[in-house]
C-alpha cells in the first residue's frame, strides 16, 4: 500500500509523481518501509516549513533520515544522532559553501567572509577575535545594561496596555545589545534591524532573496563599511574598534591585520545572528506558555524556573531550524550514499524533537533536563552569543513577570516569517494587565 502524504498534487500537476513512485518501488524492493512507504518532499521554501513542520520531521526520522530531494539538489538529516555528529565533523561536513539551504558561489563567499562559512583552522582563529567578547562571564557582567534596554522598550509596552510583542519589545532589545557590543550608535539600530529582516527574508517557494532583502543588504553593507572607517582612524571601547586592532595569523602563517571586508563580515555576521534569533526565541516562549498556562503560572510563582523554560523554548522551536553543509567526501549513512559536494541540511528543528534522544519529544515541558542544547549548533560553530541570547530571554520574561499581573495573546493574528534558516513570528498582538 503507497500512503501518499505532503504535496503530492504539486507532484501530479507538474508530473513528477511517477519518479517518486518508482522511488517508492525502490525503497519497497531495498526492504526499506514493507508496506507503508510516505512519498515525502522536505521543501523549505513552502508554507509547510515556515508554518508547521513538525509532523514531516517526525515522517523524515522514521522513514527517511537521510532525506534527499533531488530537485532541490539536497539531502536532509533529522535525527538528533546525525545532525550532532555531522555538525562535529567539520572535515567531510564543510561550512566553506555557506550554511543557508543552497550553496553559495566562492565569489559571493569572499566578497563578504565570515566565520560561519569558514571550516577549521581558519574559523577557529578569526572566531578566537570576537569570541572573547561573548564569553559566559562577560555575558554575565552585562546583566544591568541588558535590563535597563529591556524596560526601555518594555515600560511604553506596560503603559499602552500591550502592544505587538515581537514588533514592539522583542525585535527591539536583542538588536539593542548586539548593537552596543558593536558599537552601533543608538539612532542607527533600529533601521538596521529592518534591514536585518528585510535581508534575510525570502519569497516562499524559491527561497530567492526580495528586491526590497537584496537592496537592504546593501545599505547594511555600505553602512558597515563606513563605521569600520570611521573607527580606524577615531577607535573606541567597542568590537568594531577591537576588530579593526586585532592580528590574526594567515593561511601561510603571517601576522596580519584584518581587513574592511572581513570586519564588515563579522559586524554583518553579529548583527543578524544577533538579533533575529533572540527575537524568535522570546516569542515562541510567549506563544508556548500562552499555550500551557499551568507553565505560565508555574513561572510567574517561581521566576528561578526561566532559565529551564528558555531551554525547553529552544529544544521545542529552535529558532534556527537548519544548518547547511557540503560533504568534502562521497559518505553513507543509513544505506543512503551522497557522494562528494553533495548539500546536506542539518535539520536542527527535527533532531531537536527526535524520541530516540528527548523522552515525549512534543511535550512541552519546562522542568526537562538534556545534556546538549543542540538548537546553538555544536562543535565548531556552537553559537557565541548563546549566553547573550539566554540573558536577553531570562530577563525579558522575569520583568515582563515582575511587572504585570495577566497577559494575554491573540494567537490567530500572530503571523510567522518566511526567512533563510530561521522560523518563528514576526507578529503577536499582545494585551497586558499591569
Ligand atoms: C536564540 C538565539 C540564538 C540561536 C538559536 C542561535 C543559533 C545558532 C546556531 C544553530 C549556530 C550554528 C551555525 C552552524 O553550525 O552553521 C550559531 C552560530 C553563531 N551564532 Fe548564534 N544563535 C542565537 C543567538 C546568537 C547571538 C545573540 C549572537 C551574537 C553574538 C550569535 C552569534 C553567532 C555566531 C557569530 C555564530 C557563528 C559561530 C561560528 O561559526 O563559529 N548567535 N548560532
Not at 53 to 78: K, T
Not at 287 to 312: F, K, M, S, W
Request: aromatic share 8%; glycine share 6%; net charge neutral.
Amino acid at each position: 500500500m503507497f500512503c501518499i502524504k505532503q504535496d503530492l498534487f504539486t507532484y501530479r500537476r507538474d508530473g513528477r509523481c511517477r519518479d517518486f513512485i518508482v522511488r517508492s518501488v525502490v525503497l519497497v524492493a531495498a526492504g526499506k518501509s514493507p508496506g507503508l512507504i510516505w512519498l515525502m518532499r522536505f521543501d523549505p521554501f513552502s508554507k509547510t516549513f515556515f508554518n508547521d513542520p513538525y509532523e514531516l520531521y517526525g515522517q523524515l526520522r522514521d522513514h527517511e533520515p537521510v532525506h534527499h530531494n533531488p530537485e532541490l539538489g539536497f539531502y536532509a538529516l533529522s535525527r538528533f544522532d546525525d545532525v550532532l555528529e555531522a555538525a562535529m565533523d567539520t572535515k567531510v561536513f564543510s561550512s566553506a559553501w555557506g550554511v543557508t539551504v543552497r550553496p553559495m558561489s566562492p565569489e559571493r563567499i569572499a566578497a563578504m567572509p565570515m566565520i560561519i562559512m569558514m571550516d577549521p583552522p581558519k574559523q577557529t582563529r578569526h572566531r578566537r577575535l570576537v569570541s572573547k567578547a561573548f564569553t559566559p562571564k562577560r555575558i554575565a557582567a552585562m546583566e544591568d545594561v541588558v535590563r535597563d534596554l529591556t524596560l526601555e522598550y518594555l515600560n511604553p509596552l506596560l503603559e499602552a496596555g500591550g502592544g505587538d510583542f515581537v514588533r514592539d519589545f522583542a525585535g527591539c532589545v536583542p538588536v539593542e545589545a548586539i548593537s552596543l557590543l558593536l558599537g552601533v550608535p543608538k539612532a542607527d539600530r533600529q533601521w538596521l534591524r529592518d534591514a536585518v529582516n528585510d535581508s534575510l527574508t525570502v519569497e516562499e517557494g524559491t527561497g530567492n532573496p526580495t528586491a526590497t532583502g537584496i537592496a537592504a543588504s546593501k545599505k547594511k553593507m555600505g553602512y558597515f563599511f563606513s563605521l569600520v572607517a570611521e573607527r580606524r582612524t577615531k577607535p573606541q571601547e567597542d568590537l568594531i574598534s577591537a576588530l579593526v586592532a586585532a592580528e590574526v595569523k594567515s593561511d601561510t602563517g603571517e601576522i596580519e591585520k584584518l581587513t574592511d571586508k572581513e570586519i564588515v563580515g563579522f559586524c554583518s555576521l553579529l548583527q543578524a545572528a544577533g538579533s533575529e534569533t533572540a527575537t524568535k526565541l522570546m516569542g515562541a516562549l510567549l506563544v508556548l506558555l500562552h499555550r500551557h498556562p499551568d507553565a505560565l503560572q508555574d513561572l510567574r510563582a517561581d521566576p528561578l524556573g526561566i532559565p529551564g523554560a528558555v531551554e525547553e523554548a529552544l529544544r521545542y522551536w529552535p529558532p534556527s531550524q537548519i544548518q547547511g553543509r557540503t560533504t568534502t567526501e562521497e559518505i553513507t549513512l543509513h544505506g543512503v550514499t551522497m557522494p562528494k559536494e553533495s548539500r546536506v541540511l542539518l535539520l536542527t528543528g527535527a533532531a531537536c524533537r527526535d524520541g530516540r534522544q528527548f523522552p515525549e519529544p512534543d511535550r512541552f515541558d519546562i522542568k526537562r533536563q538534556f545534556p546538549i542544547q543542540l538548537s546553538f549548533g555544536h562543535g565548531a560553530h556552537k553559537c557565541i552569543g548563546a549566553s547573550l541570547a539566554r540573558l536577553e530571554t531570562r530577563i525579558a520574561f522575569e520583568l515582563l513577570f515582575a511587572s504585570t499581573k495577566e497577559i494575554s495573546i491573540d494567537e490567530s493574528r500572530a503571523e510567522r516569517v518566511q526567512m533563510s534558516n530561521v522560523a518563528g513570528y514576526s507578529s503577536i498582538p499582545m494585551t497586558v494587565v499591569s
